[in-house]
């Protein structure tokens, strides 16, 4: 959606991250680009070769010239490359905005992109997830949704149901005419093609989340039954305090851990039981808040003892640990639940596994989209008027309703259809300079 707007601003900012480094890149975008690179520079540089210059007052190096509209934003954008100071940063950007720029908002280029059709918004949000990217598996994903692939899935599915309303149009326009019959019988075989299609794009997306936020994962028993070990043990280093003393965990602890490039975070918590003191009653207290927030649980008991009910875990998916069968030779775990051992490494690669899975995670080696939460949901809404649609074959006044809306809700994952308020939510939650 190319924007005209010739009265829009020239912006700038540090497109590199705070700190030193050897170099440091100063970003300007906009129409004045031209004219600010004669007062920064003296001249315009030739476009897209590297040129050394005097940028400004304040320092030498690479400039950078790209015209519109083969930029990143569409627009003209200038890009001087000096030395990583934080000190000539900020003046080399005080120069811009001396000469006639302002500073850019928080994802203001990545924005003018989308606004210009460089990118639509499935791909500019996977801008943000590319920079994010907590594991190399989430990097190659936002890559793969910056390179369109999960905007051409989405397209996709549009098509076909343009294809499906056209085909109702015309028994809507032709209600009497021999053919209807015929019509009926291939929209209904339309329509379950699309929303097999539409139930595939959602299960990769679903799994691509996974990546994206991570799953938090707590550990939960009663004190003294091994979670401090079995967090060690998972974590692969010493993270947490293990003594022989009942209650030596008071607060929560967090570690990030990737398993199969899925990133984790494992929460130790205290032991769940009657508090004997102030500073233990606050230990549990926050063991309640953490599981409140919990994805997944791994309620841990001690194997070859009594396994006491764990009162108040919440109602997510959960895995349930028999530990120190190392000193239970024999020993064998309730069906559904796992038998390890924190201190020689026992069960643990099974438990990895059983994490992923309880998850929603599988390694089937097919692409997954590194959705977002709003992805999920339009993905989902359209799910919901397919499925009301097949239920209005016989009508097809009100199956042509309910196939416009679910192309709509799938519209909004691209960007063809979206409202400002959001454009800017999601905007802003990127770094300036991108």
């Known amino acids: 959606m190319p924007n005209d707007d010739v009265g829009r601003d020239t912006i700038a900012a540090v497109a590199t991250p705070p700190g030193r480094g050897g170099i440091g890149i100063v970003r300007l975008s906009g129409p004045q680009v031209p004219a600010l690179a004669a007062k920064l520079l003296g001249f315009l540089p030739r476009p897209r070769h590297a040129v050394h210059a005097k940028l400004g007052a304040v320092d030498e190096g690479i400039a950078l010239y790209f015209p519109a509209p083969h ?3 569409g627009e003209a954008v200038l890009e001087l490359h000096g030395h990583g100071g934080p000190v000539v940063m900020q003046a080399l950007l005080g120069a811009c905005l001396d000469a006639g720029a302002r500073l850019a908002e928080p994802g203001e280029f990545t924005r003018r992109a989308f606004l210009e059709g460089k990118l639509d918004l499935a791909q500019a949000e996977a ?11 989430a990097a190659r994903s936002a890559l793969r949704s910056l390179g369109g692939e999960f905007s051409d899935a989405v397209g996709a599915l549009v098509a076909q149901l343009t294809e499906l309303r056209a085909l109702l149009e015309a028994t809507l326009d032709f209600p009497e005419e021999e053919l209807d019959r015929l019509h009926r019988e291939d929209a209904a075989t339309r329509l379950a093609a699309v929303r097999a299609a539409l139930d595939d794009v959602l299960r990769r997306s679903r799994q691509g989340s996974l990546l994206r936020s991570g799953i938090h994962v707590v550990l939960a028993g009663r004190p003294n039954v091994g979670k401090s070990s079995l967090l060690n043990r998972l974590a692969g280093e010493e993270r947490a305090i293990v003594t022989p003393v009942p209650g030596t965990t008071r607060d929560a602890l967090r570690e990030p851990i990737l398993i199969d490039g899925v990133p984790l975070v494992l929460v130790d918590t205290a032991g769940l039981r009657r508090s004997k003191g102030t500073v233990e009653r606050r230990g ?14 791994l309620a841990v008991f001690e194997a070859g003892k009594p396994a006491v009910p764990l009162p108040g875990l919440p109602s997510v998916a959960r895995i349930d640990i028999y530990n120190k069968v190392d000193l239970r030779r024999g020993f064998r775990a309730p069906a559904g639940a796992l038998a ?6 026992a069960g643990i690669e099974a438990l990895r596994r059983r994490i992923l899975e309880a998850a929603g995670w599988s390694a089937t080696g097919e692409t997954t989209f590194l959705a977002r939460e709003r992805h999920l949901r339009a993905l989902g809404a359209a799910r ?28 909004t994952v691209t960007g063809e259809f979206t409202a400002d ?5 999601i905007f802003s939650r990127f770094c300036i300079g991108k």
């Open 71 to 73: 930029s990143y934003t």
């Open 340 to 345: 390890v051992s924190a201190k020689t490494g």
């Open 421 to 425: 308020d959001l454009l800017g939510e």
């Open 384 to 411: 919901s008027h397919l499925e009301a649609a097949a239920g209005e074959l016989g009508r097809a006044e009100l199956l042509a309703e309910e196939l416009r809306l679910a192309q709509e809700a799938l519209a």
């Open 127 to 137: 801008v943000a997830d590319l920079i994010d990217a907590a594991s190399r598996e």
């Open 284 to 297: 549990i207290e926050r063991t309640r808040e953490e599981l409140g927030r919990a994805d997944l649980v």
